[in-house]
């Protein structure tokens, strides 16, 4: 959702095509991929531009610029700004949407979770248990 109210609504295949543009899924030479484990620290770097200090999964730290950063993963931006109390400073204040949304986020995967538990067939000593008249009907039946 949007700061203005607009919703985007996306299929599944549509949101796979993202995923597979964004890590652009064709294993070619020079393609790499790093993984990161955490923000370490921030910092105003040359001509006053924003800088995160990276801790990569080999354990070695660079300075990226923050803007490269955050186009690749804005969500782990707003989250250290959270806890580091950054969202009302110049430069971090545009994740304050993000970082209010957090709670909305882990709701809605908690609530998909609990779906899926729920939903889920259910059984005791082996024996399938319905939930409905109709599971219960189908079982008689033998179907």
Known sequence: MYADGREVIMTDNEILSEINKKWNLDETEGNERWIFKKILNHRKGPDDKLEVLILWDDESETWKPMK????????????????????????????????????????????????????????????????????????????
């Open 68 to 143: 490269v950063f955050a186009e690749d993963d804005p969500i782990t931006l707003a989250r250290y700004a959270k806890k580091n109390d950054l969202l009302n400073t110049l430069g971090w204040k545009r994740f304050k949407r993000l970082a209010k949304q957090e709670k909305k986020y882990m709701r809605a995967l908690r609530q998909s979770q609990l779906h899926a538990i729920r939903q889920a067939n259910r059984y005791k000593f082996c024996i399938f248990i319905p939930r409905t008249w109709k599971e219960a009907v189908q079982i008689e039946k033998g179907e």
